[in-house]
């Protein structure tokens, strides 16, 4: 059955196929880094996939810094809020977060609940995301306002959503994301599968990965659970200072000039050519590849009728 598009977010969305919510427990698992992670790879996955990332983390946003959008500004147009382009003029990677609003990127967020609620309704509803494939959001950390408030906007599109935990080994963000699983299961969103962050550390010298702190409770929670297990990405060197210390680019709107200036050619997306380099990315895609498979078959299996 088509939905019917009869909100503001509805109208919005409704050329988006996939919403995918990356939430966590606690904080510092690397939740950030694992939605820029899944925005590049899903990009990536195929030669015309377009991605939108959404960074509804309201008091600490990280999104623009990990793409090298710091100081880019937000455009106004006749009919909204126009998404900034991470990879130029391809715009097959378009982001929003309120760190493109703020003065100075160092600027605190000092909002109450209304207002932060008043912001994600605006991000959904005003913004021109246009088609895209996939829309990747991530979350502050716990299951609060932003939380309930994301999914009391998406309600006309909730047949669209699922989510993707982070946690990392220890015993304390296990128990924090069992709470996010609770969370989940309490407002019906389905879970693509579980993420086991800072699982190891890879030696910048050899690449190899040794576990320095504990690795494996994602998986038996998984397994306790019932729930996908999606794999494990260890501490990677090379990953951390790529996201850490990206750059905007020379040219306007995320663009780097390609062979022969061409600003058009895949080759002109710098950070995934670099993203592609780092230990990390292969394990990556593997994770990426499962949830493209988990997405096609379960909407296979929402538009094939029921005997």
Not at 75 to 85: I, T
Not at 134 to 155: F, K, R
Not at 215 to 227: D, F, L, N, P
Not at 278 to 304: C, H, N, Q, W
Request: with cysteine; charged share 20%.
């Amino acid at each position: 059955m088509t939905e019917v598009a009869d909100t503001p977010v509805g109208r919005r969305l409704q050329h988006v196929k996939h919403i995918i919510i990356v939430c966590s427990g606690k904080g510092g698992v690397g939740k950030s880094s694992v939605s820029t992670q899944l925005a590049l790879s899903l990009r990536g996955s195929s030669p015309n996939a377009r991605v939108g990332i959404l960074d509804i983390d309201l008091t600490g946003p990280s999104i623009p810094r990990m793409l090298g959008l710091d100081g880019h500004p937000v455009h106004q147009s006749s009919d909204g809020w126009v998404p900034v382009h991470a990879d130029g003029s391809e715009a097959r990677l378009v982001c929003m977060s309120v760190g493109f609003l703020l003065k100075k990127k160092e600027d605190s967020v000092v909002w109450r609940g209304p207002k932060k609620n008043a912001m994600i309704r605006q991000f959904l509803s005003d913004v021109r995301w246009g088609e895209l494939d996939y829309l990747v959001i991530d979350t502050p950390p716990g299951t609060s306002d932003e939380h309930l408030s994301l999914i009391e906007h998406m309600a006309p599109v909730h047949s669209r959503l699922s989510a993707v935990i982070v946690t990392t080994p220890q015993a304390v963000a296990l128990l924090d994301a069992m709470k996010c699983l609770s969370f989940t299961r309490a407002v019906n969103l389905p879970l693509l599968g579980l993420i086991e962050n800072m699982s190891g550390y890879v030696c910048p010298c050899c690449g190899e990965v040794s576990n320095v702190f504990s690795t494996g409770g994602g998986e038996e929670m998984a397994r306790r659970e019932g729930i996908k297990f999606l794999g494990s990405l260890p501490v990677d060197t090379e990953l951390v200072t790529l996201l850490d210390a990206a750059e905007p680019s020379p040219l306007s709107d995320g663009v780097t000039s390609g062979v022969n200036g061409d600003t058009n050619s895949a080759s002109t997306f710098a950070l995934w050519q670099r993203y592609q380099q780092t230990p990390t990315a292969s394990l990556f895609s593997k994770m990426a590849e499962e949830i493209v498979r988990t997405l096609a078959r379960d909407e296979g299996s929402a538009t094939t009728p029921s005997e």
